[in-house]
């Protein structure tokens, strides 16, 4: 038997990033449904709310005002999770009991002025100014002293806890690297210690030749499901390039990414016909100034959804108790994704 005739039938998946298994039920994956019913989220569908705390020149929580930006703005998140200048402190009672104090910044991107695009619906050349500005952010703060991580992230709709559809994202940047960074830092390591190449290039070689997994591509990005995705409709994008971080990449490179970007957030919106809702993310090296060749930069994309536009995978029971379980195959969701149009289902 090999890998390309998967039987039907329960089996673990490894997934080398993070060096976890996973639990995959196939056979699971006709089960009938009378679960939880979600409200069908519309298109927010104006260009500027009066309401919102994110469009230019409206006040946000604590009156600060916002600028006129006219095409992306960066703020310090005003209830932010982490602050600067936290001295370091680590206290303990015991082997059981510790605390360590944490200092760092957590900052807000908007992606567009306009309220009520995404990703998805911004034109390719808005996203690359997004991509700049991601990566302006990641050097500046990853430069900070005292800075090891730097995490840029999205959570778009709100089933992923997205506070308001006006377009934009979060970065969060401290000074512990934070538990999947971690992981992905020695698997990756350890791997390019073994090899002497970067695990993610290796694993999107063999990704490419099998093409069971693929779901788009550009000339130096592919985003494909991964062997050992967890949610339905999970996406890993990886570059052809290994580089560490954001500010290796080429301009070129940087607007292809916009255009992978896009790619991959049309056909999701394409799926169920709706605003598809994610978290999605950027792993870049730690900044401490340590040596980080082993690790390749890449992009998660996390979405909850299962069947419909209502109704998402719940992460709860064996899995929170035991591991990540899921129904249809990586295989079955990259191929939906990959059938799908790549023009968005609200272009005219
Ligand atoms: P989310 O939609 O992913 O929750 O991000 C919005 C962030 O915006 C959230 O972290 C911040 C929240 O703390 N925020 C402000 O900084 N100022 C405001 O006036 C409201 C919300
Ligand atoms: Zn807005």
């Given at each position: 038997?090999?890998?390309?005739?998967l039987?039907p039938q329960?089996?673990?998946?490894w997934?080398?990033l993070t060096r976890?298994?996973?639990?995959?039920?196939?056979?699971?994956?006709?089960?009938?449904?009378q679960?939880?019913?979600e409200?069908?989220p519309?298109?927010a569908?104006?260009?500027?709310d009066?309401?919102?705390?994110?469009?230019?020149?409206?006040?946000?929580?604590?009156?600060v005002?916002?600028?006129?930006y006219?095409?992306?703005?960066v703020?310090?998140?005003?209830?932010?999770?982490?602050q600067?200048?936290?001295p370091?402190?680590?206290l303990r009672d015991?082997?059981?009991?510790r605390a360590?104090?944490?200092?760092?910044t957590?900052?807000?991107?908007?992606f567009s002025?306009q309220?009520?695009l995404?990703?998805?619906?911004?034109?390719?050349?808005?996203?690359?100014?997004?991509?700049?500005?991601?990566?302006?952010?990641f050097?500046?703060?990853?430069?900070?002293?005292?800075i090891?991580s730097v995490?840029?992230?999205?959570n778009?709709?709100?089933?992923?806890?997205?506070?308001?559809?006006h377009?934009?994202?979060?970065?969060?940047?401290?000074h512990s690297?934070?538990?999947?960074?971690?992981?992905?830092c020695?698997?990756?390591?350890?791997?390019?210690?073994?090899?002497?190449?970067?695990?993610l290039?290796d694993y999107l070689?063999?990704e490419?030749?099998?093409?069971?997994?693929l779901?788009?591509?550009?000339?130096?990005f592919?985003?494909?499901?991964?062997?050992?995705?967890v949610?339905?409709f999970?996406?890993?994008?990886?570059?052809?390039?290994?580089?560490?971080?954001?500010?290796?990449?080429?301009?070129?490179?940087r607007?292809?990414?916009?255009?992978?970007l896009h790619?991959?957030?049309?056909?999701?919106?394409?799926l169920f016909r709706?605003?598809?809702?994610?978290?999605?993310?950027?792993?870049?090296?730690?900044t401490?100034?340590?040596?980080h060749?082993?690790?390749?930069?890449?992009a998660h994309f996390y979405?909850?959804?299962?069947?419909?536009?209502t109704?998402?995978k719940?992460?709860?029971?064996?899995?929170l108790?035991?591991?990540?379980?899921?129904d249809i195959t990586?295989?079955?969701?990259?191929?939906l994704?990959?059938?799908?149009?790549?023009r968005h289902?609200?272009?005219?």
């Amino acid at each position: 038997m090999s890998l390309s005739e998967l039987p039907p039938q329960p089996h673990r998946r490894w997934n080398p990033l993070t060096r976890e298994w996973i639990l995959v039920s196939p056979h699971r994956a006709l089960r009938p449904w009378q679960g939880q019913v979600e409200n069908v989220p519309r298109p927010a569908g104006v260009a500027y709310d009066p309401a919102c705390y994110l469009c230019p020149g409206n006040a946000r929580a604590g009156g600060v005002k916002n600028p006129n930006y006219a095409a992306t703005f960066v703020f310090d998140n005003d209830f932010a999770a982490l602050q600067p200048g936290v001295p370091e402190w680590d206290l303990r009672d015991g082997e059981l009991l510790r605390a360590v104090g944490e200092s760092g910044t957590c900052r807000v991107v908007c992606f567009s002025p306009q309220h009520d695009l995404t990703l998805a619906r911004m034109p390719v050349a808005e996203i690359a100014r997004v991509v700049d500005v991601w990566t302006e952010q990641f050097l500046e703060l990853g430069g900070l002293p005292g800075i090891n991580s730097v995490q840029i992230f999205e959570n778009r709709g709100e089933m992923m806890g997205s506070s308001n559809p006006h377009p934009h994202g979060q970065i969060w940047a401290n000074h512990s690297l934070p538990g999947e960074l971690v992981k992905e830092c020695g698997a990756q390591g350890d791997y390019f210690s073994a090899h002497s190449s970067t695990l993610l290039t290796d694993y999107l070689r063999l990704e490419q030749r099998r093409a069971e997994r693929l779901v788009c591509s550009n000339e130096h990005f592919t985003v494909l499901v991964p062997f050992w995705a967890v949610w339905p409709f999970e996406t890993l994008l990886i570059g052809h390039r290994a580089v560490s971080g954001l500010d290796e990449l080429t301009a070129e490179e940087r607007v292809a990414l916009a255009d992978i970007l896009h790619q991959i957030t049309v056909r999701y919106d394409n799926l169920f016909r709706t605003p598809f809702p994610y978290t999605m993310g950027f792993h870049q090296r730690p900044t401490d100034g340590a040596d980080h060749r082993a690790f390749q930069l890449h992009a998660h994309f996390y979405p909850p959804l299962l069947r419909s536009a209502t109704v998402k995978k719940f992460m709860v029971g064996y899995e929170l108790l035991a591991m990540p379980q899921r129904d249809i195959t990586p295989e079955t969701a990259a191929r939906l994704l990959r059938e799908l149009p790549d023009r968005h289902y609200l272009a005219g």
